[in-house]
C-alpha cells in the first residue's frame, strides 16, 4: 500500500509567521499536488510539480518537489488568516490516479 | 458552468439501507472520480472512471457501486449501508492531462452518516 505521510498534522500560528509543511513518501511520483480545502467545501488545487528539484511560488507559498520525486513541501511565509484550511497533498501514479496525503490542518491567529 | 455538482448534501441512513449519490459535471471532462474523506484525513479513492461505459476500482470499493453511461453523470451507489460508511463523498472530475499533471475539479461534497 502506498503512502502519502504529511506533518505536522495540525499547526496553529499568529499572524505574520512562516510555516512549512511536508509530505513524504517511499513511493516515487510522476507529480505532486498541493490542495486546499476550506470547512464543507471540496479540495481546490494550488499547485503541480513535475520534474524533481522543482520550485513553484505562488504569491507567499513556495512549493519544492524533491529530487528523488518522492517528497515535496509548502512553505508559507507571513501567513495571513485567509490561509486557514486542510492543505493536502496528493501524488501522481501515472496519467490519472493520485494518492492523497493524511492532511495538515491550518490555523493562522490574528 | 456549474462544475461538479453531488445531491444530496447530507443524508442520514439506517444500517442495511441503499442509496445513490449522484454527480454530475459540465465540463465534458472525461475523467471521473469517487472520494471518500473521513474526519481529519485525506481522501481515499473508491471508483474511478475514464469515459463513458468504463469503470475501475481505486484504493477502497468494498461495500460500493458505480455506473458510467454517460460522460456527465458518475453515480455511486451504496449497498447495505455499515456504520463503517459514514464518510463525507466527494466527486471530482478532470480532463485527463498526461502525466499526473492533471487538474481535478471537486464538488461540494455528500455528508453522510449511517446510524
Known amino acids: 500500500t502506498q503512502l502519502l505521510e504529511q506533518s505536522p498534522q495540525f499547526l496553529s500560528i499568529q499572524e505574520g509567521e512562516n510555516l512549512t509543511v511536508y509530505c513524504n513518501s517511499s513511493?516515487?511520483?510522476?507529480?505532486l499536488q498541493w490542495y486546499r480545502q476550506e470547512p464543507g467545501e471540496g479540495p481546490v488545487l494550488l499547485v503541480t510539480?513535475?520534474?524533481?528539484?522543482e520550485v513553484k511560488k505562488l504569491k507567499r507559498l513556495t512549493f519544492q518537489f524533491g529530487d528523488a520525486r518522492k517528497d515535496s513541501s509548502l512553505h508559507i511565509t507571513a501567513a495571513q488568516p485567509g490561509d486557514t484550511g486542510l492543505y493536502l497533498c496528493?501524488?501522481?501514479?501515472?496519467?490519472?490516479?493520485?494518492?492523497f496525503g493524511t492532511g495538515t490542518r491550518l490555523k493562522v491567529l490574528a | 458552468n456549474a462544475g461538479v455538482t453531488q445531491t444530496p448534501k447530507f443524508r442520514i441512513l439506517k444500517i442495511g439501507q441503499s442509496m445513490t449519490l449522484q454527480c454530475t459535471q459540465d465540463?465534458?471532462?472525461?475523467?471521473m472520480y469517487w472520494y471518500r474523506q473521513d474526519p481529519g484525513m485525506g481522501l481515499k479513492l473508491i471508483y474511478y472512471?475514464?469515459?463513458?461505459?468504463?469503470?475501475d476500482k481505486g484504493e477502497v470499493p468494498n461495500g460500493y457501486n458505480v455506473s458510467r453511461s454517460t460522460t456527465e453523470d458518475f453515480p455511486l451507489r451504496l449497498e447495505l449501508a455499515a456504520p463503517s460508511q459514514t464518510s463525507v463523498y466527494f466527486c471530482?472530475?478532470?480532463?485527463?492531462?498526461?502525466?499526473?499533471?492533471?487538474?481535478?475539479?471537486f464538488g461540494p461534497g455528500t455528508r453522510l452518516t449511517v446510524l
Open positions: 496528493a501524488g501522481g501514479l501515472g496519467t490519472y490516479k493520485y494518492i
Open positions: 510539480v513535475v520534474t524533481g528539484g
Open positions: 471530482a472530475s478532470s480532463y485527463g492531462a498526461v502525466y499526473g499533471t492533471d487538474t481535478q475539479y
Open positions: 513511493s516515487v511520483f510522476s507529480s
Open positions: 465540463m465534458n471532462h472525461n475523467y
Open positions: 472512471s475514464v469515459g463513458a461505459g468504463i469503470t
